[in-house]
């Protein structure tokens, strides 16, 4: 697997642009295109939250067609909780690229984030597609990955190349997101495309799968939105032939697909609204794996526990606590935290100030590891997350402002 430029890159068979079209109060950016030459296979993994936005509703419907053809989404209004009228605002969108491409509506994705509550301004989606229409690219996609930001800092792209069927296969994800980040999903939209021959259910098998470790491994804030979505297209540009299940190209493609998610992931974290610092944290020795997580991701949202990483505080009292009070099974005296190198705490007790000093230490880095062995079993689990600073609150105080 080869690693690409994100900066420089395409994919046969796809172009992208990304636009100011006047959703948004300020000049940046807020509506992007991506479109394949052809249809396309199309699967896609949603958000769980009971609230959903048309985008998702209508999104979660299309894709059991498993085809698609072009994705168009918008920053700067989420079109959440805007009653029939959403739902109308949605389809229309769906039907005005569909005009502009001529294509079908039913090929056509329509994803939204932003402020709920607010309707999509219709006339300026009209000109902003038919504008973009114009100026799409192969090479459009740091255009479209800063289309869809909101709070986010940078705009993160992850791009690779394998050889599969005797073909050299693209496989290429651009993603949005920085707070209200958690499983199940995130506040994040992600739109992946590759020219390998995929079936659709089998590109819905290896999405889900790749999704579990990747984008539902993270967290931010705890908060899970009511947009959130990754879809990907496969339309079999790249000419080789039909990938099998189970087949050494099967297990080369799930991993091309595994390893842009899990970039994205890990930017999404980096990103995090006001974050200083990366955060890993890795749960060993439970009872099973699914307590593994569970007490991995309750250390990883615990306000106390993120806002100690950003003090650069190496508190382990309040890991501990979390422990004992998430319902895994746990006995604080065969419980052993390290922060980086430095083993904290052995069996529920000090290690003493020097290896308090040693953790400080580690925490002054821009990438922590925070390890935790239960000694219960051999349940494992890993969450990314990131401290929980100052800026957090000042960035999602002024969020509507």
Known sequence: MKTL???????????AW??????????????AVIVSDRDASMAGVFTKNRVKAPSVVIGTAKVRSGK??????????????????????????????????????DLV?????????????IPKIRTGVATAAGLLSPTGWGQAAEAIMTTDIYPKIAVVQEEIGGKT???????????????????????IVTDALVAAPMLRKMLTSSVGRSFNVIT????TSTNDMVLCMANGAAGNKRVAPGTKDFKKLQACLDAVTRSLAMQVVKDGEGATKFVEITVRGAKNPVEARHAASAVAKSSLVKTALFGEDPNWGRIMAVLGS??????EARTDISFGKSRLVERGVSMGKHAEKEAAAALKQREVHIGIDLH???????????????????INAAYRS
């Open 109 to 121: 994705y329509v994803a939204s984030t932003g402020v709920i509550g607010e309707t999509l301004p």
């Open 376 to 394: 219960k079993g051999k349940g494992e689990s890993t969450i990314w997350t990131c401290d929980l600073s100052t800026e957090y609150v000042k």
């Open 5 to 15: 430029d994100s900066k420089n890159f395409s994919v046969p068979g796809y172009k």
């Open 18 to 31: 990304g636009i100011h079209c006047g959703i948004k109060k300020t000049d940046k950016k807020d509506l």
């Open 326 to 331: 998430c319902g895994v099974d746990m006995d």
């Open 220 to 223: 931010v804030d705890g908060d």
């Open 169 to 191: 296969i693209t496989l290429a994800g651009i993603a949005k997101g920085s707070g209200m980040i958690h499983p199940d999903m995130a506040t994040m939209l992600c739109f």
């Open 68 to 105: 698609g053809r072009i994705i168009v989404a918008n920053s700067g209004c989420a079109n959440a909780c805007t009653g029939k009228q959403g739902h109308l605002d949605a389809r229309e969108t769906a039907e005005i690229v569909a005009n502009e491409f001529g294509t079908k509506p």
